[in-house]
């Protein structure tokens, strides 16, 4: 089954809004990855966040999670057109060997001009 | 700095037809080297996943095989492609046997099965 999970499936902004994922896990992580995917692209990573910590910012990015949730958030501050993209979370599983790393359904961001 | 490439962008193939599709990392020595499978507005299955030349891991029982000839060479085949075999597959490598490493991702090959 699925380990990461987000909410919602899609979402549709206004250039300037902030846009907040969600990603809900099932198992204990060692971390979580968040990644964005444009069209027909492949993806590319933005940001990891430890199980030790609790949140992390990079640029207009902020995550936070909460392991007794076993949850994460991705903010969008000061969204743009060209943030428009599918954003999906990773973990990967206690005991798990190597880095693989289970993908969420990802949310559909759309950020309107 | 290191790159992936992956090759053919794009692939229509009949049922029942050979598959072989490359990907090749440069920049970088004993990559762990993944295949994922896309289907359309969802996320991403891994196929394979290897850490070393000639050891390869599969996850899921399918029509699919995997090989890494070569230390930044990983390659994904089948003898018969299926129409479920229809998708777009990308390749991404790492490095480091822990998790707490980002992978990087090529643009992906979007195979029809026709």
């Known amino acids: 089954s699925q380990q990461g999970e987000e909410d919602p499936q899609a979402l549709s902004i206004q250039e300037g809004e902030n846009a907040t994922m969600n990603c809900s896990y099932k198992?204990?992580?060692?971390?979580l990855q968040w990644y964005r995917q444009n069209s027909g692209r492949g993806l590319v990573h933005l940001i990891l966040?430890?199980?030790?910590?609790r949140e992390k910012h990079s640029g207009r990015l902020r995550v936070t999670l909460d392991t007794s949730k076993k949850s994460s958030s991705l903010l969008i501050t000061a969204s743009r057109a060209a943030d428009t993209a599918s954003y999906f979370c990773?973990?990967?599983?206690?005991?798990?060997?190597?880095?693989?790393?289970?993908f969420g359904e990802g949310t559909q961001l759309t950020v309107n001009p | 700095s290191q790159t992936i490439h992956q090759w053919p962008a794009t692939l229509v193939q009949p049922v029942g037809s050979p598959l072989s599709l490359e990907c090749t990392v440069e920049?970088?020595?004993?990559?762990?080297l993944y295949w994922y499978r896309q289907a359309a507005g969802r996320g991403l299955q891994l196929l394979f996943y290897?850490?070393?030349?000639?050891?390869i891991s599969s996850e899921v029982p399918q029509n699919l095989s995997a090989s890494r000839p070569q230390d930044r060479q990983f390659i994904l085949s089948s003898k018969k492609l299926l129409l479920s075999d229809s998708g777009f597959y990308l390749c991404?490598?790492?490095?480091?046997?822990?998790?707490?490493?980002?992978?990087?991702f090529g643009d992906g090959t979007r195979l029809s099965i026709l």
């Open positions: 991404a490598w790492s490095v480091g046997r822990n998790s707490n490493q980002p992978q990087h």
């Open positions: 198992t204990s992580i060692n971390n």
């Open positions: 966040i430890r199980s030790n910590e």
């Open positions: 990773a973990t990967d599983g206690m005991g798990t060997s190597g880095s693989r790393l289970t």
């Open positions: 920049g970088t020595s004993n990559p762990n």
């Open positions: 290897s850490v070393g030349i000639g050891q």
